[in-house]
């Protein structure tokens, strides 16, 4: 079975940064992706960013575009999530989950239902 285990949340003031980390066990195959997705209070989940195994390709909100940056370490089958100039906008719980690397395209990346196994979620409070 696929488990996720997220880190790396915390309180940083606004401008600052964090480094959110992803560690996965339990793949049988190489054909999937990682997603990082975010869920304010009172607020939808909504997709952060996204990366696939092998090739590596990369997906962004709008929103984060510039400030974060997805990044993988297959030797320690983890996942990263650098987030830079954070803002009160980017509090929330972040959760990575994985989805078949065949679902993930640049329109549907940041569907949460594609993603069928997760993590438990690591909060991260920007002050302003």
């Known amino acids: 079975e696929v488990q996720l285990q997220a880190s790396g949340g915390g309180l940083v003031q606004a401008g600052g940064s964090l480094r959110l980390s992803c560690t996965a066990s339990?793949?049988?195959?190489?054909?999937?992706?990682i997603g990082w997705f975010r869920q304010a209070p009172g607020k939808e989940r909504e997709g952060v960013s996204c990366?696939?195994?092998?090739?590596?390709?990369?997906y962004y909100a709008d929103s984060v575009k510039g400030r974060f940056t997805i990044s993988s370490d297959d030797a320690k089958s983890t996942v990263y999530l650098q987030m830079n100039s954070l803002e009160p906008e980017d509090t929330a719980v972040y959760y990575c989950?994985?989805?078949?690397?065949?679902?993930?395209?640049?329109?549907?990346?940041?569907?949460?239902?594609?993603?069928?196994?997760w993590g438990q979620g690591t909060l991260v409070t920007v002050s302003s």
């Open positions: 339990g793949f049988t195959s190489d054909d999937y992706a």
């Open positions: 990366i696939t195994s092998s090739d590596g390709s990369t």
């Open positions: 989950a994985t989805a078949k690397k065949y679902l993930v395209r640049p329109g549907t990346w940041y569907h949460a239902p594609a993603y069928d196994y």
